[in-house]
């Protein structure tokens, strides 16, 4: 909940900028913190940032503390109000049977973070400052990072914080019906019928109060850090830093081109570099699939459960460790992310005969969950509306648009599938990952917003992703 207030603030004071919201409450952030920045399996991943308990002092050697000259400025006085209201319904009918479901969903966050200040370093002083210094590369916290690799310190230069005790409110209304009936007869029986009708609903109101002087957001200068332990600071936001045993060679099992994942040639490359992933998904059995495919609708529901579940991949995927209890989930959301690993356990390593190369069920469910913690709230939303197998199949067929020549005859989507209902859900869903979707005549023409970011790959990739797993009913 305040991770989410802090990213929605970001996205909008900063949006594709330099600031990192914090993640959560516990956080201490001052000015000077070393945080570790950590790389991400694909290349097209935003960084992790895990903050630490220490400052650029406690890893200097010397005895002389680095003393920065800092200042306060008025930021701005931010309120914002977000919200979702989700409306779906469902009817079957079969010979014997038919079952209707309807669902509806509503959610509000209010952020009340009023004045907000910025304190920031005077970086030329600090440039001065560092000149001559080395890192103490014997203490605990370097030692650790370079035995991780993909790991690069920084140095808070800026922080956003509040002046005044605040709030962050959450409100959620879910409610749904389900009606059924069930007829049985035969030769020598009965007939039988069976009704059943039942509604549900749930309202949730939360509040969590902030205190003065606790840091929202931040920014970072890297670190470039040398055998000997003296560093370099990197001013310009295109210098990244780095232990310099990693700056020889590139090491990662990353699948996916480091270019600018917007640009239209090579979002179709990045793609088609991952298709062995979205076969190897379709090639599972279809009870497998289909319950990966409800365990992902099911964790897609809330973005904390998304980010739990990317956690627990990653450690398995890039420190190869069992992954570790997450105290921020919910039991439910745990039984899922369980259900999800003890599938992909079951599965196993499968090779893909038709390529000659193998890749594991964990790294393509990897893959997924990936795309899926890069959405915004907003796209995993309408992207869980659309989670069955007509719609997949008409967002694929866009997918495949927007990677290519970015028209898509009507007559090849069928015009069935693409009702104005269906188009309104897409143009919503493609809209939130700086993707727009037009409609001219008998063509649907997209077009990649030329936005910061990789949005678009993120959303390709999930709905390829789930389309591999869900199954024709």
């Not at 020598?188 to 019928?193: A, E, M, T």
């Not at 002087?213 to 920014?219: L, P, R, W």
């Not at 990045?270 to 979205?278: A, I, P």
Request: net charge negative; charged share 20%; aromatic share 4%.
């Amino acid at each position: 909940m305040f991770a989410t207030a802090t990213r929605n603030f970001v996205a909008e004071v900063d949006h594709g900028g330099l600031l990192i919201p914090v993640s959560s409450l516990n956080d201490t952030i001052t000015l000077l913190t070393v945080v570790v920045k950590r790389k991400r399996f694909w290349l097209w991943q935003k960084p992790k940032y895990l903050t630490t308990d220490f400052n650029l002092n406690d890893i200097l050697k010397g005895d002389t503390p680095i003393q920065p000259d800092t200042k306060e400025t008025d930021f701005i006085k931010y309120n914002g109000t977000y919200g979702d209201n989700i409306q779906g319904s469902m009817n079957a009918n079969f010979v014997h049977s038919n079952v209707s479901l309807e669902a509806k969903d509503s959610s509000k966050l209010q952020s009340s973070f009023g004045g907000l200040k910025k304190e920031e370093v005077n970086v030329q002083k600090l440039l001065q400052d560092s000149k001559g210094r080395v890192l103490d590369m014997s203490h605990c916290l370097i030692q650790q990072a370079k035995e991780k690799h993909r790991r690069v310190f920084g140095i808070v230069k800026e922080r956003i914080v509040t002046t005044n005790p605040c709030s962050v409110i959450e409100e959620v209304q879910q409610g749904g019906q389900c009606g059924g009936r069930l007829s049985l007869c035969g030769p020598k029986n009965p007939k039988v019928s069976l009704k059943e009708n039942g509604s549900l609903s749930t309202d949730s109101n939360v509040t969590v109060e902030i205190p003065t002087h606790t840091t929202i957001a931040y920014g970072l200068i890297e670190l470039e850090v040398k055998h000997d332990g003296s560093y370099k600071l990197c001013l310009m936001s295109d210098t990244m830093g780095g232990f310099e045993v990693d700056s020889f060679a590139h090491k990662g099992p990353v699948d996916v081109s480091g270019a600018l994942a917007h640009k239209n040639n090579h979002l179709r490359q990045d793609l088609e570099q991952l298709n062995d992933h979205f076969q190897l998904l379709s090639s599972l059995p279809v009870t497998t699939r289909s319950s990966l495919f409800q365990q992902f609708t099911e964790v897609m529901q809330d973005q904390t459960a998304v980010s739990a579940l990317q956690n627990v991949l990653d450690q398995m995927c890039l420190d190869k460790s069992l992954p570790q209890g997450d105290t921020t989930t919910t039991e439910p959301q745990k039984q899922n992310i369980q259900a999800i690993l003890d599938l992909v356990e079951q599965s196993g390593q499968v090779g893909l005969a038709q390529t000659g190369q193998s890749t594991s069920v964990l790294t393509a469910i990897h893959l997924i969950s990936s795309a899926l913690d890069e959405m915004t709230n907003d796209c995993l939303a309408v992207l869980g509306i659309c989670c069955n197998h007509t719609m997949l199949q008409t967002m694929e067929l866009l997918v495949q648009c927007v990677s290519e020549k970015g028209e898509l005859s009507l007559s090849r989507a069928g015009q069935a599938a693409l009702t104005e209902d269906v188009f309104e859900k897409a143009e919503h869903l493609f809209a939130t990952s700086n993707v727009s979707l037009k409609r001219d005549g008998d063509t649907v023409k997209t077009e990649i917003n030329q936005e910061p970011g990789n949005l678009p790959l993120a959303l390709c990739i999930a709905v390829r992703g789930l389309g591999s797993l869900v199954c024709c009913v």
